[in-house]
C-alpha cells in the first residue's frame, strides 16, 4: 500500500556529490520518520541518516558533516545530499521510511535500493 521509489544513485569520482532522492506514495495519512540505509557488499545494512517529521536529524558518525538529510513534506520525499564521497560510501542506499496509513494502521516501509559506487 506504500511505495517508495528512489533515484540519483550513479558512480561518481571521489570528493564528488551526488543526491539521492525518495518518494513515498500510497495510502499515506501521515509519514513520521524518514531515513537512509545503505549495505555494502558483505556488510550488514547500517543507518545512514534520519530525520523525524520535526525535521530534527541524526546521522551515522561516518558521514557527520559530509551529508545531509531534508525532506519535503508537501511531497512526502526524503532527500540525501552526499558530498566529498569517498570509496568507503559504496554500498546499495535504501530508503525507509514509517507513518499511519488511511485505515488508521501503522506501517514501515523500504525502498528498492539504488546502487552509489564511488571510484578512487
Known amino acids: 500500500q506504500v511505495q517508495l521509489v528512489e533515484s540519483g544513485g550513479g558512480l561518481v569520482q571521489a570528493g564528488g556529490s551526488l543526491r539521492l532522492s525518495c518518494a513515498a506514495s500510497?495510502?499515506?495519512?501521515?509519514?513520521?520518520?524518514m531515513g537512509w540505509y545503505r549495505q555494502a557488499p558483505g556488510k550488514r545494512r547500517e543507518l545512514v541518516a534520519i530525520?523525524?517529521?520535526?525535521?530534527?536529524?541524526n546521522y551515522a558518525d561516518a558521514v557527520k558533516g559530509r551529508f545531509t538529510i531534508s525532506r519535503d513534506n508537501a511531497k512526502n520525499t526524503v532527500y540525501l545530499q552526499m558530498n566529498s564521497l569517498k570509496p568507503e560510501d559504496t554500498a546499495v542506499y535504501y530508503c525507509?521510511?514509517?507513518?499511519?496509513?488511511?485505515?488508521?494502521?501503522?506501517?514501515?516501509?523500504w525502498g528498492q535500493g539504488t546502487l552509489v559506487t564511488v571510484s578512487s
Open positions: 500510497g495510502s499515506i495519512v501521515r509519514l513520521n520518520a
Open positions: 525507509n521510511a514509517a507513518g499511519v496509513l488511511t485505515d488508521h494502521r501503522s506501517f514501515e516501509s
Open positions: 530525520i523525524t517529521s520535526g525535521s530534527t536529524t
